[in-house]
């Protein structure tokens, strides 16, 4: 099942409008679901509403939120998120790290009080767009992830992403989780029926299984490296320190798992870096072209699967769905529940033909 991209945006705007959101916000938070979607990152697409309204139902979260800026000099900002999601206040976050950037060459805002926000390579490549270095990270919600040698969690899926304008189109962009897969990846599978690859996570007891439902009601997602190394335990640390320490937020590591009477108290941070302090930006986009493109020459070991860097899988899904965008028959079944439940308008529909839109 397929639909276009302005279809799949508005449905979710709809959603979000019935539980609350003005309709500025619900557009750019669906923008924003959207756009992973489009791009291939269906953990952190439309498929988000599901959980969001798990989360709403058992804890408040503000969709009429209004984020603030709590502090701020001619390079940085803090703001406050006035505990509602993530999506409207990192957007602002973002802009407004590049519009200091600007100004005088970095810019660095961070974010407390707020909730998830989607996909992070969509903010990087803001920076990246306006010809900046961007970067940015946030802590999550959920625990489920063991330190390494540690017998419970301390972590969630803590992810950053990096990117930098390279050639106009082609920027390099860089999203990844700390652990082997976005925890949204698993919580799909159970969604569709499916069953996970081996390697993603473990049961309660840490023994690996495939059944997503285990992962997902006491077990562990499996850190990047295996659960023995200390890869991903470092960045998830990095993380963690740069999006909650650093803004104030609540730590994942707090016992009550909470410093705010409502909302989930998310931190992020965004940080977005002119090329131009350091040398001439035409010339650094140029050599970060050139050495994306030394990449891809490399010759492959499968001659059908070419070398690709970071920002070229999910562009080349987004080129195929200009035409459609799919949603699987479990997620079309459940978000029709919380359309229905929310009063919110039913959009998707089974589309027999579809014309290309131009987002992407």
């Not at 899988?313 to 080129?319: F, G, L, S």
């Amino acid at each position: 099942m397929k639909h276009d991209y302005d279809t799949h945006r508005a449905q979710a705007s709809a959603i979000f409008r019935a539980w609350g959101m003005p309709a500025e916000k619900a557009a750019i938070s669906a923008e924003i679901l959207a756009w992973a979607d489009l791009h291939g990152l269906e953990s952190h697409g439309i498929a988000l509403l599901v959980e969001y309204n798990e989360r709403r139902q058992n804890r408040p979260i503000n969709f009429a939120s209004v984020p603030r800026i709590v502090r701020e000099t001619p390079i940085s900002a803090l703001m406050d998120g006035d505990g509602g999601l993530g999506h409207h206040p990192a957007d602002q976050a973002m802009r407004l790290a590049i519009g200091k950037a600007k100004a005088a060459g970095v810019g660095i805002v961070s974010v407390r009080n707020s909730g998830h926000f989607g996909a992070l390579g969509y903010y990087t490549t803001m920076a990246a767009d306006a010809g900046l270095i961007g970067i940015c990270t946030t802590s999550v919600f959920g625990v489920r992830v063991s330190p390494t040698g540690g017998a419970e969690a301390r972590f969630g899926t803590d992810p950053w992403s990096f990117a930098a304008p390279a050639e106009p189109g082609r920027p390099f962009v860089l999203d990844m989780a700390t652990t082997t897969v976005a925890s949204g990846k698993v919580r799909n599978k159970i969604v569709e029926g499916q069953q996970m690859p081996d390697d993603w996570g473990m049961d309660a007891d840490g023994i690996p299984t495939r059944d997503p439902n285990k992962v997902m009601q006491g077990g562990f997602l499996a850190p990047l490296g295996g659960s023995a190394g200390y890869k991903g335990y470092g960045l998830a640390a990095m993380v963690n320190i740069l999006s909650s320490c650093l803004s104030g937020s609540t730590l994942i590591t707090d016992p009550m798992h909470s410093r705010q009477s409502w909302g989930l108290d998310v931190g992020h941070f965004f940080m977005a870096l002119d090329p131009g302090l350091f040398r001439d930006t035409e010339d650094f986009r140029n050599d970060v072209a050139r050495f994306c493109d030394d990449l891809r020459a490399t010759p492959a070991v499968v001659p059908d699967r070419p070398v690709m860097v970071a920002g070229d899988p999910e562009r080349k899904v987004a080129a195929q769905r200009r035409s459609g965008i799919p949603i699987g028959p479990g997620l079309h079944k459940r978000l029709h529940a919380i359309a229905a439940d929310s009063g919110a308008e039913w959009l998707l529909q089974t589309v027999d033909s579809l014309q290309p839109t131009a987002h992407g």
